[in-house]
């Protein structure tokens, strides 16, 4: 049986997002309107942040990621984890480029390296925004930028909420790189492995894939989103499962199907995987237009 597309739910003539648990997010915004009411932009001294990622070859999603995080971050606070890039994707300015090496997927090295990162650049700055390559994290359009956000930011963390752009391919050209790309895409859908505790002012100790805290703390702000654009584009993102499929993977990672779409690289079982597995446990994909605002963002 062929993939079939995921169900739309319609759109919202307030432009709210129809999220599964948005029932539950008046309180939560009412406590931190009530924490942040007597911040007055401008008032103090922007925040010392930094902005941090790790990559292997990653020539598509680097350079959107750059492009977004130059706008908050001076280049010399904007700090890339190179494992072993091979492909020249690295070979650019505009951010601190940190060699390491691991000769193989490892998502506990991943987590281990990153966290060691993250707690050293604490030494240093107020507030570290640690992201994959593919994730872009903005408050809704009506709060500001995220630098904004930042400036404002007093907590010790915060979860940001996920959601992961689907491109139809049915209905939507490839994605051309030269121009706005959310622009070019109508639909994303709420995925709560991506309520990722990406934004910090002390250590986080993240689980595997930094889909949660170790300690399972939560700290939901639902007008902080985390977009995921690893499904943007079919082709962009096959190519990309074919580059991390050619790797070594540790034996700990295939036993625990950990990011185990990764390995898919073609045929039915990835064009199911990519229209209708969301990939995190007992998620289903219900898909939602992206307000013309978001589109508006990369």
């Known amino acids: 049986m062929s993939p079939t597309r995921p169900p739309v739910a319609p759109e919202p003539a307030t432009g709210e997002l129809v999220h599964p648990l948005a029932q539950f997010f008046a309180p939560i915004r009412k406590t931190r309107a009530e924490r942040y009411a007597s911040y007055r932009p401008g008032a103090t001294a922007p925040k010392r942040r930094a902005a941090l990622t790790m990559v292997h070859d990653e020539p598509v999603f680097l350079p959107i990621w750059l492009r977004y995080h130059q706008r908050f971050f001076a280049p010399e606070d904007i700090y890339v984890l190179d494992n072993d890039t091979t492909d020249g994707s690295t070979d650019r300015q505009g951010f601190v480029r940190i060699p390491v090496s691991h000769n193989r997927v490892d998502h506990v090295w991943m987590v281990e390296t990153i966290q060691a990162k993250q707690r050293e650049l604490l030494e240093n700055y107020e507030v570290v925004l640690t992201t994959d390559v593919d994730e872009i994290v903005a408050p809704s359009p009506g709060w500001g930028t995220l630098g904004d956000y930042i400036d404002r930011f007093d907590e010790e963390w915060v979860n940001c909420l996920g959601y992961e752009v689907l491109h139809l391919p049915d209905r939507e050209a490839p994605l ?102 969301s990939s995190s446990v007992g998620i289903d994909i219900h898909l939602e237009p992206i307000p013309d605002d978001w589109r508006r963002l990369l």
Request: aromatic share 12%.
């Open 176 to 277: 051309d790189l030269d121009r706005p790309l959310l622009a070019q895409r109508r639909y994303w859908f709420a995925n709560d492995g991506y309520d990722k505790a990406a934004l910090a002012s002390v250590p986080v100790g993240w689980k595997t894939g930094f889909h949660g805290r170790e300690d399972e703390r939560w700290n939901l702000d639902p007008d902080l989103r985390l977009v995921h654009l690893h499904r943007i584009d079919h082709d962009i993102c096959m190519d990309r499962h074919v580059t991390r499929r050619l790797r070594d993977w540790d034996a700990a990672d295939l036993q625990a199907s950990w990011a185990k779409h990764n390995l898919l690289t073609g045929g039915d079982e990835f064009e199911r995987w990519f229209l209708e597995d």
